[in-house]
């Protein structure tokens, strides 16, 4: 089985073949952390591919401020089992160490933490694209959790450079509030995903998964992380409405989508939750139908925000 | 029933919880509930540790300047709550035959 040696670069069409021999890159894959978040460097039946795929001037900023959450191999090893069907959320890992299994009908993977932000992963599932992208999805979130980051089940736009994330559960509201923010963009309809950098800043993008959101759809952008609001319905006016630090760890909590159910993996969805409670704001907002959320969320957003300069991408706008 | 007061608390292996700003945020692993507790009972979670529902109480009597008594007795009737969702494990002594 050839092996790629390093992971690919941010600029595809200029990949180092040395990099990547001895196989060929010879197409794009879309992933879930592809685009400054996770580098994912792909081998399957031997022959390797990229998963860059990052908007040229958010690569100009990422070469500046490159979040360069981890590198990710996979290295597909093709079976004769049958295709994933359902959620593949619904597999559970387990870690021991540095190394996590996870097993089902379908597909075994396993990963080795080779380094703090670096991983290798051999899977042996069904090959191309419903393979690849259970793979993903499924590896998300557990190699989130090992750096420290979280996996939000949240609608999530951005305004003003900055992402702003709404979580509460289904029915609350999410989308809703997210079609409320004028001029800001998608940036995931369900899942996000929100990851501590190199330099210590919370970035987010869009996860594929969920109930409507393929991995062909999912979000291009990272940005900084802005805030994460907690949607409340309301019948008078929108306003943001602090929320007392135990609550709001609650709150997180309730909205993390974690692949753990062990104590320890408890725990570290906990802290991960603590820490970003600590670093990012995050409140309640309340939103009132046909109102101009971006209104209030906005300087909600920009009085709290620090001082690293804000993501500028070219996305989906919000509005319908 | 009430619990006696030599009866000992220790939180259970099935929960994760953390403590942030002076509450407790409790997650009981296998029924995948979250709760908060105020401050009292976020004293009571910290103190479970494999001690009686005495020693708990007079913790909190000098801490939250109440009566024995009356921490004995909110101590027990919380004890009992933590017990229902799952949170804790209890060790009652044997009761004396009458």
Sequence with gaps: MTRVIGSETMAPRGLDEARSTPGAVEREVAAPF?????????????????TVRLPEEHALHAGRARPAAADVEVEVVPTR???????????????????????????ALVV??????????QAHTVAGAAGRAAILSLLAPTVVERLGGLVLHATAVVLGGRAVLFIGPSGAGKTTSARHMGEATWLARDRAIVVRDELGRWQAWGAPG??????????????????????????????????????????????????????????????AAARLLREVPVAAVEVALGCRLADVVAPFVSERAHDEPATRTAATPVSP | MTLAPSTTIRQSER???????????????DAHRLHTLNEVGTRVWELADGRSIASIAEALAADFEVDRDTALADTARFVQELRALGAIEVDEPERAQP
């Design chain 1, 210 to 271: 969920g109930d409507d959101v393929p991995l062909e759809h999912a979000s291009d952008v990272v940005a900084p992380l802005g805030a994460v609001l907690r949607v409340l319905r309301s019948e008078g006016a929108s306003r943001i409405v602090p929320l007392p630090p135990a609550s709001a760890l609650l709150r997180l909590r309730e909205s993390i989508q974690s692949g753990a159910t062990d104590r320890d993996g408890e725990h570290g969805a906990l802290d």
């Design chain 2, 15 to 29: 929960i994760a919880s953390r403590v942030i700003d002076g509450k407790a945020v409790v997650i009981v692993l």
């Design chain 1, 34 to 50: 592809a685009y400054g978040g996770m580098r994912v460097a792909w081998v399957e039946d031997g022959v390797a591919c990229t």
């Design chain 1, 112 to 121: 080795e933490q080779i380094a703090e932000r670096r991983f290798r992963v």
């Design chain 1, 81 to 107: 089992r049958p295709p994933p069907s359902g959620d593949a959320r619904a597999m559970r890992w387990a870690w021991s160490g540095s190394t996590g299994r996870a097993e089902s009908g379908w597909a």
